[in-house]
């Protein structure tokens, strides 16, 4: 809905010039497959994706629609050979992820020096999970930082998890771009705060939840860049 304003300033209306339809996962990933075919079947002229995995979803269900990414990483999870000349039906703004998940390890390390074991929140979703979460750990070595890296894949796991990084130590916590996780980030963070966890996250959105700083594209402003 963010994009809706950037739209009108270029003259379209909605119910005039479009039609948007929205679908959600509800923090359920196990039903972008359903998701994918129910857009199909609504014959869209363009489907807006804020990941790369319903992106993924939408390019085996369509093959043929053209894909516009939000919030995504597009050229690391290989959805698009280029972020300057994309090639095929994807196309759209990059949060830029992989490149910027050292810096969470780097400016937590700098702002708080004394801290030495780490909790990290991870979108087990995530189509770079894995390529992430090695970053991350390399960042920690070369900062003699401890790393605990806990998946999660609904939302409803978050304070099993969180309760699990408490128990084998942490005493910060890093959570890197994830859209799995932000619609209880109010939670986590008052998970960190109750345990003067310092907590440092990608999306800016995180620090008006109480996160210590955060380091990330703006998700608001990719959205509407990407009208």
């Not at 319903?54 to 597009?74: F, G, R, S, W, Y």
């Not at 390890?105 to 991870?122: C, F, T």
């Not at 966890?197 to 959105?205: C, E, K, R």
Request: proline fraction near 6%; charge should be positive.
């Amino acid at each position: 809905t963010c994009a809706l304003p950037i739209l009108a300033s270029y003259g379209w209306k909605e119910g005039e010039n479009y039609v948007l339809e929205e679908r959600w996962t509800e923090g359920n990933y196990e039903r972008l497959p359903d998701v994918a075919r129910e857009i199909v079947e609504r014959k869209p002229a363009v489907v807006v994706t804020p990941t790369s995995s319903l992106a993924k979803e939408m390019l085996k269900a369509a093959p043929n629609v053209p894909i516009v990414t939000v919030n995504a990483d597009p050229f690391s999870t290989g959805l698009s050979n280029s972020l300057a000349k994309p090639s095929g039906m994807v196309t759209g703004m990059s949060n830029m992820g992989m490149d910027l998940t050292a810096k969470l390890v780097e400016l937590l390390r700098d702002a708080v020096p004394k801290v030495r074991h780490v909790g990290v929140l991870s979108d087990g979703w995530s189509l770079v999970s894995k390529q992430r979460n090695n970053e991350l750990q390399r960042a920690a070595v070369a900062t003699k930082m401890q790393l605990t890296i806990v998946e999660v894949f609904q939302p409803i796991q978050v304070d099993t998890a969180l309760a699990g990084l408490a128990k084998q130590g942490a005493r910060a916590l890093i959570v890197p771009s994830a859209s799995i996780l932000n619609e209880v980030r109010s939670r986590i963070s008052k998970f960190a705060l109750a345990r003067g966890w310092p907590l440092v996250a990608s999306d800016p959105d995180w620090a008006d939840a109480g996160a210590f700083a955060t380091y990330g594209a703006n998700r608001l402003a990719l959205y509407r860049r990407s009208a």
